[in-house]
């Protein structure tokens, strides 16, 4: 089992950063991947970002490319999402989460561990 842990998020102004993280302990492994997801009230989960933990290699959404960067200590098994120039579309809830020996994917039904989830919420 994995366990992931969410922190950050709050309310900020447009065009402000925001820095979200998520541990992850219990099974990691170097075949791992984590991701972001995130919900906004009344639509579906959209990918926000990926990592492949091993290469270190990274995938973001269209709507966050150039804007959102994805970090990662592996020392502390965490991934840091830090997210710049934000829009109040970027405002929902984010979730963090994480797969092993899976493809890098951008399809939330691929993950099979999950954060309880941060609320983001950016005001103009």
């Known amino acids: 089992q994995v366990q992931l842990v969410e922190s950050g998020g709050g309310v900020v102004q447009a065009g402000e950063s925001s820095r979200l993280s998520c541990a992850a302990s219990?099974?990691?492994?170097?075949?791992?991947?984590m991701a972001w997801f995130r919900q906004a009230p009344g639509k579906e989960r959209e990918f926000v970002t990926a990592i492949n933990w091993s290469s270190g290699f990274t995938d973001y959404g269209d709507s966050v490319k150039g804007r959102f960067t994805l970090s990662r200590d592996n020392a502390k098994n965490t991934v840091y999402l830090q997210m710049d120039s934000l829009k109040p579309e970027d405002t929902a809830v984010y979730y963090c989460a994480a797969c092993s020996f899976c493809p890098l994917s951008r399809i939330h039904g691929q993950y099979n561990y999950w954060g309880q989830g941060t609320q983001v919420t950016v005001s103009s």
């Open positions: 219990g099974r990691t492994s170097s075949r791992f991947r």
